[in-house]
């Protein structure tokens, strides 16, 4: 089974400055998907953003953006300009591409704080 | 609008009860899951399903079952046997794997069990 390996239990970041949230993965194949959740104190799962590992060109979505380094098997998350609005959990989650059980594998979570 | 509802939002449970989660979604998904979540353990997988009538275990199966008699629904039932049953548990569904910009996994609000 794959693994997802997220090192850095919490995170704290100013206000309006930049933080990058880091995730590697271990797996055998050479296409897959991978994505960055966020889960606010409401605990409702969001998508941040979504990767296909056949994509050389990192994704983006606004202030948030990824740094996928494919050799490294490296998934890391960039949120810029950050806003109170963006404390939560984050989640880190990988995909088979094509997959034979459509599991989703999912690291066990960073907690990012905005300070004021 | 399309989306995923669990119910209830909290749940008791006396010791030795037997209690059922609801999850329904109107996606139009083939794939459903069910995951459990404790604080610093991220998402564990429960069970999950690719087709009605159909279901796999996942890491954490034991004291839990599941139905899929319908596309729409995939309830949880956690029974006596389970141990620790007190913990978040979130319902999820995907398409099946494909080779569009569809294979994301929606999540539903949640429902917190609370064994008394």
């Known amino acids: 089974a794959q693994t997802v390996t997220q090192s850095q239990p919490e995170m704290s970041v100013q206000e309006a400055e930049t933080v990058t949230l880091s995730c590697t993965y271990d797996t055998s194949e050479s296409d897959y998907y991978l994505f960055w959740y966020k889960q606010p104190p409401s605990r409702q799962m969001i998508l941040v953003i979504r990767?296909?590992?056949?994509?050389?060109q990192n994704a983006t979505e606004n202030r948030f953006s990824v740094n996928f380094q494919k050799a490294a098997k490296s998934f890391s998350l960039k949120i810029s300009d950050s806003q109170l609005g963006d404390a939560a959990m984050y989640f880190c989650a990988y995909r088979s591409y094509p997959n034979t059980g459509n599991q989703f594998y999912f690291g066990t979570g960073t907690s990012l704080t905005v300070i004021p | 609008d399309g989306g995923i509802t669990q119910s209830p939002k909290y749940l008791f449970r006396k010791e030795g009860q037997n209690v059922t989660l609801s999850c329904e979604q109107n996606l139009n998904h083939d794939a459903m899951y069910w995951y459990r979540q404790d604080p610093g353990q991220g998402l564990r997988l429960i069970y999950y399903?690719?087709?009605?009538?159909?279901?796999q275990k996942g890491d954490i199966a034991e004291g839990y079952s599941v139905s899929r008699e319908k596309k729409e629904s995939f309830p949880l039932t956690v029974t006596s046997a389970q141990k620790n049953p007190t913990a978040f548990y979130l319902c999820?569904?995907?398409?099946?794997?494909?080779?569009?910009?569809?294979?994301?996994?929606?999540f539903g609000p949640g429902t917190r069990l609370t064994v008394l």
């Open positions: 399903s690719q087709i009605v009538n159909d279901f």
């Open positions: 999820a569904s995907s398409p099946l794997q494909g080779y569009s910009g569809t294979d994301t996994q929606y």
């Open positions: 990767q296909e590992a056949y994509k050389q």
